[in-house]
C-alpha cells in the first residue's frame, strides 16, 4: 500500500466498519463482532503509520488535500507529525479496549457504529491539517457522544448530554470565528483565495492584542474539552451518567483532544504572543491541579473522582504545554498518552465494578479487597501510575513536565509539585475507603475478574509497565515535532 | 397622434413565470370545463411539471447570463442575472417540494380539486417575480400577487378556526406591510425621480442629495415592509401565530418560498437600488439582525408547540441571512443567496415529517408526541434527526456549510461582532432542536402505531436528507453556483 494512502484509510476503515455493523444489525453479535475486528484493523494501521512515519523536518509527513469548495477555502487535508501519531495510535487502543471491556447488548449494532464513528472523527481531528477541517470534527465528536449518552446512559444522562453538548458547542464557536478571521487575516496579507490551511495560517503576522484575542477564543475551545478549570465543570456529570464505553472514550481520548488542541492552535499557531498569555495559563494550570485533587477527595463516586482526578492531570498537561519549555512539552504529549492508557484501565475497572453492583459511590463501597482481590490489584497498579511510581509510565511524564516548568516558571513548577503530593492523597484516600477494611455483608459474594475481563486489561497494565520503564520509542518520535513546535515561540523567560 | 409602444420582451428572462401563470390559468380552464372537481392527482402533476419546467427554465437563463451577461428586460423593470436565476431556481425547486407534501395532506383531509394547486403556483409566481423585479412597482406587484394567493392559503383548512383566524391575521398585517412598502416606494420616487432600481442606484451615485430625508423615509419604510416578510425582530409578532395556524403544507410554503422571493426583493432593493445608501441603513440592519438572531433563538427553546419552535428558528435564521446582506458585498450576498438554498429544502423536508405527525386536522403538533418517533419509524425519526441538526448547524450537513458562508462574509467584511452575535444564536438556538431531537429516541409512547408515511412525502423527506448530507459533505457545486448569483449591478 502506498504511503498516502494510510491516513484517508484511517479515516475510512471506522466508517466502514460502523455501515457494516449497521447493516448486520440483525444477526446477534455480528455487528459487535465487526466493530473489534475493525477497531483492530484500525490500531494494526496505526502501527503501520507509524512504522512509516519518517521525522522529516518540518515534522508533517503523509500529507494529502483535496479542494472541495473554494469559494468558501473547504478543503480535505490531512498530514501527520509525530505527536498526531501518538494520538491515532491512542484513539485506536482507545476504542479497541472500550468495545472489549465495555460490551454493552442494548441495540448493539447502534452503540459499536456510534463508537466507530467517533473513532474515526477522533482521527480527523488528529490528522486534519487544515483549521476548518479540524473544527468540522472537533464539532462532529458531539454527534457520537451526544447519542450514546442519550441512548445508552444512566439516570440523568439526558440532562448530562445536553449540558456536555451545549458547553462544547459554545466553547468551540470562538474557534470557527477565531480561524475565519485568521483566514480572512491570511487572505488580505497574501492575497489569492481563502485558505484555512494550517501551514499558511502560520505564515499571518496578528498584532499582540488580536492574537491574545485569537488564542483566547482557541484556549476556550480546547479549556472546555480537555477540561481547565474553570470550564471543567461538564466533566464531572457528564462521566457519571455516560454508558461504561462513552464514559472511557470521554475521559482518556477525547480530553486529549482538548489539549492536543491547544498545543497544535494556540501554542504553535501563535507563538508570539505565548509569552503574554503563559502566566494566566500556568495559573489555571495549577488551579487545575489542586482543586482538582482537592475536589477527588470529597467525589461522591468512582466516576466523578475519575472526573475530578483527569481535571488535575490534564492540569498537567496544560502546564507542561503551556510551560514554553521542550522537555516540558514532550512531557506534556507523553502524559497525554499515558494519561489516557491509565484512565483507559481505571474506568475499564470501575466498569467491571459496576457490572457486579450498579453502585459505585464511595460511602458505599467498603472492603472490596476481600472479595475481588485481583480487581483491587489492577486498580492499584493503576492508581500508582497516577500518582507517579517510578517504574510506571505516569512517572516519567510527570517528571519531564515538572522539570521543564521548573526551568522556565520555577513558581508555577512548585505550585505544581504539591498536586502530585495531592495526587498521593487523593488516590490513597479512595482506595482504602473502596478497598480496605471489613467488606459489607451484600458484597461479600462478589465475583472477582473473571478470565475474559482479566485479558482485556493485562495489554493496558503491559503497556503501563513498558513505557514506565523503556519509554524512548515514543519520545524520540515525538520529539522533533515538539522541538518544531517550542522553537517558534517567543522565549519569555519569566520567573 | 402618439402610439404606445409595448417594450420589448426577452421571453427567456420571464419563461419560470409564464409557466407557473399559464399553469394555474391551464388549472382554472380545466377545472370550468370538466364536470367533476379534478382529482388531486392531475391537479399535482400539472402544478408539479410547471414548477419543473420553471426549474429546468433556469438552466437556460443561466447559460444565456454566463455566456451572454445579465440582462434587464420590459423596460428594464425585469432583471434576468445570477442572482434571479438562483433564487428563481431555489424558488421553483422548493414549489416541488411544498406541492408534493401538499398532495398527500390533501388526501388525508379530503381536499380535491384544484384549487390549492392554483393558488401555490399563483403565489409562487409572485414570488419568482419579486427575485427579477428591477422595478419598485413590479415589486409591489410581486408582493401582492404572492399576498394575496397566500392570504387564501392560510386559510384553506375552512374546517380549521385556526387557520381562519390566522389568515386574517396575517391578511391585516401583510395589508400594512403593503401600504407601507408602497409609500416608502413613492418616497423614494419623489426623491429619486425614478422607480426603477438601477435608476435609483444611478441617480444616487451621480447626485448628492441636499436633503435627503425623503429618500430615507421611503427606504426605511420599504426596509420595514421587508423586514415584516421576512419576519425580522421586531416585525416578527405574527409568525409564530401563523406558522401554527396556516395548514403545515402551507408553513412549509411560507418558510421556503415566501421567504425566499421577500428575500430576493429586499437585496435587490436594498443593495441593489439603495447601496450607495449603506452607511444610512446599515446601522439599523445591525439592530434588525441582533434583535432577530437572539430573539428567534431564545424564544425557540421556550416553544413546546413543532410548528411554532420552527417559526422562531426561521426567526432566527432570518438573522444569519440578513448579516450576510449587511455586508454589503458581492461575498455577503453570495452567502445570504447560499444560505437560502441551504435552508429551503431542509426546512421543506421538516415540515413535511410535522405535517405527517400533525396528521389529520393539524391535530399533533405538541414537541410531546414527537417522543419516541425514531423507535415507530426509524428511517422518518432518523430523517428528522438529521434535518433538525442541519438547521442547528452541526458540520457535514448543509446547515453548516450556510452558516459557515454567513460568518466567513461576514469577518471578511471587517465585522467581527456581527459574527460573534449570530454564532451565539445559534449555540442558544442549538438546545431548542436537541431538545427535540432527543425526544425522537426515547423509549416512550411505543404503543403509539407507527405513522404511514405516503409516497410523494417519503420522496420529499428522502431527496432533503440527500442533499442536506451530501451538499454538507460536499458543497462545491452549491457554492460556485451562488458564488455567481450576483446582481447586475452592484454599487
Redesign the interface.
Known amino acids: 500500500m502506498h504511503a498516502s494512502l494510510l491516513l484517508p484509510a484511517l479515516l475510512l476503515v471506522p466508517v466502514l466498519g460502523a455501515v457494516a455493523a449497521m447493516a448486520n444489525r440483525a444477526k446477534d453479535g455480528a455487528a459487535y463482532a465487526i466493530a473489534v475486528t475493525t477497531a483492530s484493523i484500525e490500531l494494526v494501521l496505526s502501527f503501520v503509520t507509524a512504522g512509516f512515519y519518517k521525522n522529516t523536518t518540518t515534522g508533517f509527513d503523509f500529507s494529502s488535500s483535496h479542494?472541495?469548495?473554494?469559494?468558501?477555502?473547504?478543503r480535505y487535508s490531512v498530514a501527520l507529525d509525530g505527536i498526531s501519531l501518538l494520538m491515532v495510535i491512542l484513539s485506536s487502543i482507545t476504542v479497541l479496549f472500550a468495545l472489549l471491556g465495555a460490551r454493552d447488548r442494548r441495540r448493539e449494532a447502534a452503540y459499536v457504529s456510534w463508537q466507530l464513528l467517533l473513532l474515526a472523527v477522533t482521527v480527523g481531528c488528529f490528522v486534519a491539517h487544515d483549521l476548518?477541517e479540524f473544527?468540522?470534527?472537533f464539532?462532529?465528536i458531539?454527534?457520537p457522544c451526544?447519542?450514546m449518552m442519550?441512548?445508552w446512559g444512566g439516570a440523568n444522562a439526558?440532562a448530562a448530554?445536553?449540558k456536555f453538548?451545549?458547553y462544547t458547542?459554545?466553547g468551540s464557536?470562538g474557534m470557527?470565528?477565531g480561524s475565519?478571521?485568521l483566514?480572512?487575516q491570511h487572505?488580505h496579507e497574501f492575497g489569492g483565495a481563502?485558505t484555512f490551511d494550517y501551514t499558511a495560517l502560520q505564515q499571518v503576522s496578528t498584532s499582540a492584542t488580536v492574537g491574545v484575542w485569537l488564542f483566547v477564543a482557541f484556549a476556550i475551545a480546547f479549556g472546555v474539552k480537555s477540561p481547565i478549570w474553570p470550564l471543567h465543570t461538564w466533566s464531572p456529570s457528564t462521566y457519571a451518567a455516560a454508558p461504561t464505553a462513552a464514559g472511557i472514550e470521554l475521559s482518556a481520548l477525547l480530553s486529549k483532544l482538548g489539549a492536543y488542541g491547544l498545543l497544535r492552535f494556540g501554542v504553535a499557531l501563535l507563538p508570539t504572543i505565548q509569552h503574554d498569555v503563559r502566566p494566566v495559563m500556568l495559573t489555571l494550570a495549577v488551579i487545575s491541579i489542586l482543586y482538582g485533587s482537592f475536589v477527588a477527595c470529597t467525589a461522591k463516586d468512582l466516576r466523578r473522582f475519575i472526573a475530578y482526578s483527569s481535571l488535575a492531570q490534564m492540569g498537567f498537561v496544560t502546564l507542561g504545554i503551556m510551560s514554553g519549555s521542550t522537555i516540558g512539552t514532550e512531557g506534556a504529549v507523553l502524559l497525554m498518552f499515558n494519561h489516557g492508557v491509565i484512565t483507559l484501565g481505571v474506568f475499564t475497572v470501575v466498569g467491571y465494578l459496576e457490572r457486579r453492583r450498579q453502585n459505585v459511590a464511595l460511602g458505599d463501597l467498603r472492603g472490596l479487597q476481600g472479595p475481588m482481590p485481583v480487581l483491587a490489584g489492577l486498580f492499584t497498579v493503576f492508581m500508582l501510575a497516577t500518582m507517579g511510581l517510578p517504574g510506571l509510565n505516569g512517572f516519567i511524564s510527570e517528571y519531564l513536565i515538572l522539570i521543564g516548568a521548573f526551568t522556565t516558571h520555577t513558581w508555577w513548577a512548585l505550585a505544581g509539585t504539591v498536586g502530585v503530593v495531592g495526587s498521593a492523597v487523593y488516590w490513597l484516600w479512595a482506595y482504602q475507603r473502596a478497598f480496605h477494611g471489613p467488606v459489607a455483608s451484600a458484597d461479600a459474594g462478589l465475583s472477582d475478574v473473571s478470565q475474559r475481563e482479566r485479558l482485556v486489561l493485562w495489554p493496558i497494565v503491559a503497556i503501563v509497565v513498558a513505557l514506565g520503564v523503556f519509554p524512548s520509542p515514543v519520545l524520540n518520535r515525538i520529539a522533533p515535532s515538539v522541538q518544531h513546535i517550542t522553537a517558534s515561540e517567543t522565549p519569555g523567560v519569566t520567573k | 397622434m402618439t402610439t404606445l409602444h409595448a417594450p420589448a420582451i426577452n421571453y427567456l428572462a420571464i419563461l419560470p413565470f409564464l409557466f407557473l401563470t399559464g399553469a394555474a390559468l391551464f388549472l382554472l380552464f380545466l377545472t370550468a370545463l370538466t364536470k367533476n372537481r379534478l382529482s388531486t392527482k392531475v391537479s399535482s402533476t400539472v402544478a408539479v411539471s410547471a414548477a419543473l419546467a420553471g426549474f429546468v427554465a433556469t438552466f437556460f437563463q443561466w447559460f444565456e447570463i454566463n455566456h451572454h451577461g445579465a440582462i434587464t428586460t420590459a423596460s428594464h423593470a425585469i432583471a434576468m442575472d445570477g442572482f434571479s436565476a438562483v433564487m428563481t431556481a431555489s424558488i421553483c425547486s422548493s414549489l416541488v417540494f411544498a406541492l408534493l407534501i401538499a398532495h398527500d395532506w390533501q388526501g388525508r383531509e379530503r381536499f380535491n380539486g384544484a384549487e390549492y394547486q392554483m393558488l401555490a403556483l399563483l403565489a409562487t409566481s409572485g414570488s419568482v417575480l419579486m427575485t427579477q423585479a428591477n422595478d419598485l412597482v413590479l415589486v409591489f406587484l410581486g408582493l401582492e400577487i404572492l399576498s394575496i394567493a397566500l392570504y387564501c392559503l392560510i386559510a384553506f383548512n375552512r374546517r380549521r378556526l385556526k387557520s381562519s383566524e390566522s389568515s386574517m391575521k396575517y391578511f391585516l398585517l401583510g395589508g400594512f406591510a403593503a401600504a407601507i412598502f408602497i409609500y416608502g416606494a413613492a418616497l423614494t420616487y419623489g426623491a429619486t425621480g425614478t422607480t426603477n432600481v438601477l435608476g435609483i442606484s444611478y441617480f444616487l451615485a451621480a447626485n448628492h442629495l441636499l436633503h435627503p430625508g425623503l429618500l430615507f423615509a421611503g427606504g426605511g419604510l420599504m426596509m420595514v415592509a421587508f423586514a415584516f416578510k421576512v419576519q425580522a425582530v421586531p416585525f416578527h409578532f405574527w409568525s409564530p401565530d401563523v406558522y401554527e395556524g396556516a395548514p403545515t403544507p402551507v408553513t412549509g410554503f411560507h418558510a421556503s418560498i415566501v421567504w425566499g422571493g421577500a428575500y430576493a426583493a429586499m437585496m435587490r432593493v436594498m443593495i441593489g437600488g439603495l447601496g450607495t445608501q449603506i452607511d444610512t441603513w446599515r446601522p439599523i440592519f445591525f439592530g434588525l439582525i441582533v434583535l432577530s438572531c437572539l430573539v428567534g433563538a431564545a424564544f425557540a427553546i421556550l416553544q413546546g408547540n413543532a410548528k411554532r419552535l420552527l417559526a422562531y428558528s426561521s426567526v432566527s435564521h432570518s438573522g444569519f441571512i440578513l448579516l450576510g446582506v449587511w455586508t454589503g458585498t458581492a461575498a455577503g450576498l453570495s452567502a445570504s443567496a447560499f444560505y437560502v438554498l441551504t435552508y429551503a429544502p431542509v426546512v421543506l423536508g421538516s415540515f413535511a415529517i410535522v405535517a405527517l405527525v400533525g396528521g389529520v386536522g393539524d391535530a399533533n403538533h405538541e414537541l410531546e408526541k414527537y417522543r419516541g418517533l425514531a423507535r415507530r419509524n426509524p428511517w422518518i425519526g432518523a430523517s428528522l434527526a438529521v434535518l433538525l441538526l442541519s438547521q442547528l448547524g452541526v458540520p457535514l450537513t448543509v446547515g453548516f456549510v450556510g452558516k459557515f458562508s454567513v460568518l466567513s462574509a461576514t469577518i471578511n467584511a471587517g465585522d467581527v461582532y456581527g459574527a460573534i452575535v449570530a454564532i451565539v444564536s445559534a449555540c442558544i438556538a442549538a438546545f431548542a432542536y436537541l431538545r427535540w431531537t432527543t425526544g425522537l429516541f426515547a423509549d416512550e409512547n411505543l404503543d403509539t402505531p407507527p405513522l404511514v408515511v405516503p409516497w410523494a412525502s417519503r420522496v420529499v423527506i428522502t431527496l432533503s436528507v440527500i442533499y442536506a448530507i451530501v451538499f454538507g459533505i460536499d458543497p462545491g457545486l452549491l457554492t460556485s453556483i451562488a458564488s455567481h448569483a450576483s446582481l447586475i449591478f452592484q454599487p
Open positions: 479542494v472541495l469548495s473554494s469559494f468558501l477555502g473547504l476548518l473544527f468540522v470534527f464539532e462532529l458531539l454527534i451526544y447519542f442519550t441512548q439526558k448530554a445536553m453538548f451545549l458547542f459554545t464557536a470557527l470565528i475565519i478571521y483566514a480572512v487572505q481563502i
